[in-house]
């Protein structure tokens, strides 16, 4: 398909192991983006990707998240020591614009991490 | 960061119109105002986008009076598969640092949730 796609669709882990998030972008979206949206809330801004440079992980909710994206295409979002706060479903946006840009996002359809 | 104010719920029937409204008091010149639909589990999903006056699209029409502190979605005879949230989001998505760089500047809030019932 031509849309946003974010593997695995369900993540189970036990507290303290490591997880990784993949997104494939659309092809040819120079931004990307991940949000984090807990139950019943809207999606809250993680971290954004110019290509391949991360310009902005102000949203990062500690220094056990990290994301990369190393060839400006597919990311990944990895969390170390998962806590049980880190459960949520965690959301990849892309977008053809850079700089001032008013494209609207495409959003996958996120991973749903569950952290026992 | 401009912050928008939209009812927490709205109930409807089917074959009705369906307006929200959002509020946005302090947002900026440069600023869009952009409408997302989310279904549960799944991504939010691009309905609408407009500065000011009136866009109107296949799915939408987006209504932006002209001081631009509010904003009106409306949805024409909405159907049971319209119930979802809706989100209003105010800004660019990505805007330039002072210091040249470019940073994330979406804030989605609570959204609207819609029900429609038969």
């Known amino acids: 398909g031509a849309g946003v796609s974010q593997s695995p669709r369900y993540k189970v882990a036990k507290r303290g192991q490591d997880v990784a998030l993949r997104c494939d972008p659309i092809?040819?979206?120079?931004?990307l983006f991940w949000y984090q949206q807990a139950l019943g809330q809207g999606p809250e801004f993680l971290t954004y990707?110019?290509?391949?440079?991360?310009?902005?992980k102000s949203g990062l909710p500690s220094d056990r998240f990290f994301a990369e994206r190393p060839e400006g295409s597919v990311s990944t979002l990895k969390i170390q020591r998962t806590q049980q706060e880190d459960s949520a479903v965690y959301l990849c946006a892309s977008s053809l614009g850079t700089g001032n840009s008013n494209q609207p996002q495409h959003f996958g359809d996120g991973t749903r991490l569950s952290i026992l | 960061l401009a912050k928008t104010t939209q009812p927490i719920s709205m109930d409807s029937y089917e074959g009705q119109e369906v307006n929200i409204t959002c509020s946005h008091n302090n947002i900026a010149t440069n600023d869009y105002i952009t409408w997302y639909q989310q279904f549960p589990s799944q991504g939010p999903r691009f309905i609408i986008q407009g500065y000011k006056t009136k866009v109107t699209n296949e799915v939408a029409s987006l209504f932006i009076p002209a001081d631009r502190k509010s904003s009106t979605l409306s949805l024409p005879r909405v159907s049971l598969s319209d119930t979802a949230v809706y989100y209003c989001l105010v800004g660019d998505p990505i805007v330039r640092s002072r210091y040249g760089g470019s940073q994330g500047n979406l804030i989605f809030g609570k959204g609207t949730k819609l029900s429609v019932k038969p």
């Open positions: 092809s040819g979206h120079v931004s």
């Open positions: 990707f110019q290509n391949e440079a991360q310009l902005d």
